[in-house]
């Protein structure tokens, strides 16, 4: 009876320890379908306004269009007015000699050049009209434009990181905790040295023009870039990695660079994973150090190219 008390216990506290672990699994889940939902719907909006403003902005420019070719048109009527006005003037000088016409021509051409002025007048006040929207139009593109490079330029900064140009500002990006940064310090070599998940060689380097070569070995494919300036991103499409791994050279020097690699916090297999819990995160060091070359590193076969 004992032995069977006992085991009916302990079958029992199993049993609530797995209704628990049940239960933080079910909540995680949810945190996580959540978080994705809310990432999916500030992504679509981003989407939406920047259609709005790109709308506004093919209205606006339309408008812009036909406006200038109003103005265009009555500039054209003012020219032709003005000559013909110019034309009555000339006409009316050499009436105001003819002794024969007298009094009557004059008047004629009084009443013509008074009608002319009026006309003009008009004209000139349309013509105003028309500068006055214009310009009002012009501002309020240049106003949506402005706004809609903003915004592109935030959901740009937001999706893809910033570039951090010193270490400070990599701690900085470091503390967000949405993505992993491995710094490096790497010497012009043939060899090939491991940083986070990418091992890089580097070939060339070019401190009067800011740019440098790299190899890097990717899936197990060599790959190389020629002439990469400071602070450009190199982008990089993994096959463990959710998201394109960043390589950033902030620092070059005679036949030295430093920089950093970032690369996604989660792998696709963790965040398929229920229950995922944060991956650990690289801490940026204070003052990093390069990482020792690899003794033997396994490289895929490559053609001889030229260094």
């Known amino acids: 009876m004992a032995e069977d008390f006992e085991s009916n216990e302990n079958g029992n506290e199993r049993g609530l320890a797995n209704l628990g ?12 379908l959540v978080l994705a939902g809310l990432a999916f719907g500030y992504g679509y909006r981003q989407q939406i306004l920047a259609g709005h403003l790109a709308a506004q902005q ?13 103005l265009n048109s009555l500039t054209t009527k003012l020219n032709e007015m003005t000559a013909a006005q110019q034309a009555a003037e000339a006409a009316a000088a050499q009436k105001k000699v003819s002794a024969a016409n007298g009094t009557g021509a004059k008047a004629v051409a009084g009443k013509r050049t008074t009608a002319e002025s009026k006309r003009l007048k008009e004209l000139q006040a ?7 929207q214009l310009k009002d139009t012009q501002d309020q593109v240049a106003k949506n434009r402005a706004d809609l490079e903003g915004s592109l330029n935030s959901t740009r900064d937001e999706l893809s990181g910033s570039i951090a140009k010193t270490h400070e500002e990599l701690v ?18 043939k060899q090939f040295q491991r940083f986070g998940p990418l091992t890089l060689s580097l070939r060339r380097t070019d401190a009067k023009h800011m740019n440098y070569d790299v190899s890097m070995v990717v899936d197990d494919n060599q790959l190389s ?37 970032s690369a996604p916090k989660y792998k696709p297999s963790e965040l398929a994973a229920s229950g995922t819990s944060a991956a650990t995160v690289t801490p940026v060091a204070e003052h990093p150090q390069a990482a020792p070359p690899d003794q033997n590193p396994e490289l895929p076969k490559q053609p001889n190219q030229p260094e």
């Open 21 to 32: 672990l049940n239960r933080w699994l079910v909540i995680a889940s949810v945190a996580l």
């Open 58 to 70: 093919s209205m606006a420019t339309a408008t812009i269009n036909d406006m200038q070719g109003q």
């Open 126 to 132: 349309r013509i105003d009209e028309q500068q006055k």
């Open 172 to 189: 900085v990006l470091q503390k967000r905790g949405e993505r992993n940064y491995f710094e490096f310090d790497l010497t012009k070599s």
């Open 225 to 261: 870039k020629k002439r990469v300036n400071l602070y450009e991103p190199i982008w990089i499409h993994t096959e463990n990695e959710s998201q394109p791994v960043q390589v950033v050279v902030n620092k070059i020097g005679k036949n030295f660079v430093h920089g950093y690699i």
